[in-house]
């Protein structure tokens, strides 16, 4: 049986996305298809929260989407950690840091 969840967080890497979505949630006003399935998405729960994140936080995301390509099915529940993440896990737990790159012009590294 599938839990059914009333509030949401969605975390993004993209502060402009973010912003944009943010405005969406406020006006209602969808300029393309994707807001607009979006807006669909956002009314189907009492409270939908967007909020930027950096994309050193966003690196479990990243690696699940990653194992989420080899997945048939559209809903799955790990009892474990995938193998994928196994790492990130590790670093987290012995502390190590996720520094951020920057060039000397101070633009961020990708």
Do not use: W
């Not at 502060?15 to 943010?22: D, F, G, I």
């Amino acid at each position: 049986m599938l839990k059914q969840f009333h509030c949401v967080v969605v975390e993004c890497d993209s502060a402009a996305v973010v912003q944009l979505l943010k405005n969406l949630q406020e006006t209602g006003i969808a300029e393309t298809r994707l807001l607009a399935v979006i807006n669909s998405c956002i009314g189907k729960f009492s409270r939908v929260v967007f909020v930027h994140v950096y994309r050193e936080g966003n690196r479990y995301a990243d690696a699940l989407a990653a194992v989420s390509f080899d997945q048939e099915d559209a809903y799955v529940i790990f009892e474990s950690p995938p193998v994928a993440i196994e790492h990130l896990l590790y670093k987290d737990y012995v502390g190590a840091p996720c520094p951020r790159l920057f060039t000397d012009n101070g633009m961020m590294m990708g």
